[in-house]
């Protein structure tokens, strides 16, 4: 059984960082692309970052580069996704998905597998 758990959200104040965690069990790691989307109440989930096998290439939104970094280790089957100097409209639930081919990373519909969930608030 797959699985995604997503870890270190919580309540920061702007201009803070945290660091998110999503730890995968189940599946080969090292063959899967992972990306980490954001989703606020009423809209659609938003791709944040994405970074594919063995890290060498990563992929941002262009609003959130330069503040969030996404890394992977694949010893620990885990991807983390650092976030820089937040700003209150960061607030959202973050969720990490795996992807055996994601020729676009950006498009939820290529990831295969999702995590519940991390909500991440950010205080003004």
């Known amino acids: 059984q797959v699985q995604l758990v997503e870890s270190g959200g919580g309540l920061v104040q702007a201009g803070g960082s945290l660091r998110l965690s999503c730890a995968a069990s189940g599946l080969t790691f090292n063959r899967y692309r992972v990306g980490w989307f954001r989703q606020v109440p009423g809209k659609e989930r938003e791709f944040v970052a994405a970074?594919?096998?063995?890290?060498?290439?990563?992929y941002y939104a262009d609003s959130l580069k330069g503040r969030f970094t996404i890394s992977r280790d694949n010893s620990k089957n885990t991807v983390y996704l650092q976030m820089n100097s937040l700003k209150p409209e960061d607030t959202a639930v973050y969720y990490c998905a795996a992807a055996l081919r994601a020729p676009i990373p950006t498009v939820t519909s290529w990831y295969d597998y999702w995590g519940q969930g991390t909500q991440v608030t950010v205080s003004s």
């Open positions: 970074i594919y096998w063995s890290g060498e290439s990563t």
